[in-house]
T-cell receptor, first 113, second 113 residues
Framework: EPEVTQTPSHQVTQMGQEVILRCVPISNHLYFYWYRQILGQKVEFLVSFYNNEISEKSEIFDDQFSVERPDGSNFTLKIRSTKLEDSAMYFCASSRDNSYEQYFGPGTRLTVT | DQQVKQNSPSLSVQEGRISILNCDYTNSMFDYFLWYKKYPAEGPTFLISISSIKDKNEDGRFTVFLNKSAKHLSLHIVPSQPGDSAVYFC????????????FGEGTQLTVNP
C-alpha cells in the first residue's frame, strides 16, 4: 500500500539555523499538507499546497516558514531561522482530489537547541 | 483553540468489550469528521470518516456516530482487541478538497487482555 515517507526521522539543529524537512507524498495525490505537534499539545495545521502554490496557511506559518515542491515527487518544509519553540514533530500528509481523507507520514522530530 | 475537544485523555477496556471514544466540536462550518489512530513514533493513521449528511458509518469493527444537533461524534470499536491500544484522534474539516484538519487532543485507549 502506498505510503507518505518523511526524512529525516530526527533532526537536531541549533537555534538560528535553517532546516529543511522532506516528504514524499503518495504518488497520485494532489493536495499536500504540513502539520506539527509540540510535545503534549494538539496536532496543528501549518499549510496546504495544491497545484504548485499554497492554498491555505495557519497563523503559525509565518515568514520563517516556506514550502516547495522542487520536483515531481518531493515536498519540503523549510524553516529559515529556527527557534527553540519550533521543536516539535512535523507531519507531512497528502490527499487525492475529491477526497477529504488525509494520509500522514511517520513524522520528523525536530529538536532545536 | 477549542474547536474540537476530546474530554477523556484515557480509556481502559477489557479485550472483547466495546470501546467508545467521544468527541465534541463547536464550529458549525465543520461538515466532515475523521478518526485517526496513532502509535508512538508513528504518524496518525486514518481509520474511518463520516460526512455531516450521515449519522452513522461502519467499517468492520469500527463505527462512527454523528449527532449534528449536539455537535458530538463517537467512535465505537467492537470487539476491542489489545492491538487497538493507541491514541485516537478526532479531526474535523470542511467537506472541500484540501481543507485543513482540526484535531482534538486525543484519547489514549488501552485494551487489556
Amino acid at each position: 500500500e502506498p505510503e507518505v515517507t518523511q526524512t529525516p526521522s530526527h533532526q537536531v539543529t541549533q537555534m538560528g539555523q535553517e532546516v529543511i524537512l522532506r516528504c514524499v507524498p503518495i504518488s497520485n495525490h494532489l493536495y499536500f499538507y504540513w502539520y506539527r505537534q509540540i510535545l503534549g499539545q494538539k496536532v496543528e495545521f501549518l499549510v496546504s499546497f495544491y497545484n504548485n502554490e499554497i492554498s491555505e496557511k495557519s497563523e503559525i506559518f509565518d515568514d520563517q516558514f516556506s514550502v516547495e515542491r522542487p520536483d515531481g515527487s518531493n515536498f519540503t518544509l523549510k524553516i529559515r531561522s529556527t527557534k527553540l519553540e519550533d521543536s516539535a514533530m512535523y507531519f507531512c500528509a497528502s490527499s487525492r482530489d475529491n477526497s477529504y481523507e488525509q494520509y500522514f507520514g511517520p513524522g520528523t522530530r525536530l529538536t532545536v537547541t | 483553540d477549542q474547536q474540537v475537544k476530546q474530554n477523556s485523555p484515557s480509556l481502559s477496556v477489557q479485550e472483547g468489550r466495546i470501546s467508545i471514544l467521544n468527541c465534541d466540536y463547536t464550529n458549525s462550518m465543520f461538515d466532515y469528521f475523521l478518526w485517526y489512530k496513532k502509535y508512538p513514533a508513528e504518524g496518525p493513521t486514518f481509520l474511518i470518516s463520516i460526512s455531516s449528511i450521515k449519522d452513522k458509518n461502519e467499517d468492520g469493527r469500527f463505527t462512527v456516530f454523528l449527532n449534528k444537533s449536539a455537535k458530538h461524534l463517537s467512535l465505537h470499536i467492537v470487539p476491542s482487541q489489545p492491538g487497538d491500544s493507541a491514541v485516537y484522534f478526532c479531526a474535523a474539516s470542511k467537506e472541500t478538497s484540501g481543507s485543513r484538519l482540526t484535531f482534538g487532543e486525543g484519547t489514549q485507549l488501552t485494551v487489556n487482555p
